[in-house]
Structures are given as structure tokens and as C-alpha cells.
């Protein structure tokens, strides 16, 4: 009777209300899981361009200096060390990275953070 199709549509309403969370959810997680690989593959760039700057300053004594050069022309800057300012040392720094599955995100942060924080010294 009447009071079976009242009850029918309590729970059809239940189950339309299940799903839109549902899908709402799934467009969360597939939006934060596309803003993490995006951070990750950023994070990944950057590792990589510290291993080759790391790299280069290990090399042998001829240093790439191709962030000084122009077009590939002369030397944008060429000054001897005795004409530099005095320099003040820094504290050293040690980058550590760990990355667990809570806050991933503010993790891959803390890397970008600590990664700039190196490369300013």
C-alpha cells in the first residue's frame, strides 16, 4: 500500500544520495591522486637537475658555466676571485627526505622546500 511505496522511496532517495557521495568521492581521490603525480613527477625533475648540478661540481675542474653564458658567446661575467666580495659561510645542510603514505602531500612540500633551501646556498 501507501505506506510501502513511502518506504520505497525513502530508500531510493538513500541510494541516489549513496551514489552521488560515491561520485563525489571517486572525483576527489582521481583529482588529488592527478595533483600528487603532477608534484611527484615535479619533485622527480628537480631531484634530477640537483644530481647533474652535484654531478658537474664533482666533475674535473672545467665547470659548465653555461648559466653564465649568453648564445654560447664570451662569458657574461669574468672577474677573479680577488676582485669578489667577502664571503660569510653558511650553516651546512643536510637534506633529508622520507616520504610516507600519510600527508604525502606535504611531504613532496617539504622536499621542494628543502631542495630550494639547498640550492640558495
Do not use: H
Request: hydrophobic share 30%; net charge negative; charged share 40%.
Amino acid at each position: 500500500g501507501s505506506s510501502d511505496d513511502r518506504e520505497l522511496a525513502k530508500y531510493e532517495r538513500w541510494v541516489q544520495e549513496l551514489r552521488a557521495k560515491d561520485a563525489l568521492s571517486r572525483s576527489l581521490l582521481e583529482e588529488r591522486t592527478d595533483a600528487f603525480q603532477r608534484e611527484t613527477a615535479e619533485w622527480e625533475d628537480r631531484q634530477k637537475a640537483l644530481e647533474d648540478l652535484f654531478e658537474q661540481l664533482k666533475g674535473d675542474e672545467t665547470l659548465d658555466v653555461s648559466a653564465l653564458t649568453g648564445d654560447g658567446a664570451d662569458l657574461l661575467v669574468q672577474a677573479s676571485i680577488e676582485e669578489a666580495d667577502d664571503r660569510q659561510s653558511r650553516d651546512s645542510f643536510r637534506m633529508t627526505a622520507t616520504l610516507d603514505t600519510r600527508g604525502n602531500r606535504v611531504s613532496v612540500k617539504n622536499l621542494k622546500y628543502n631542495q630550494e633551501r639547498m640550492l640558495d646556498e
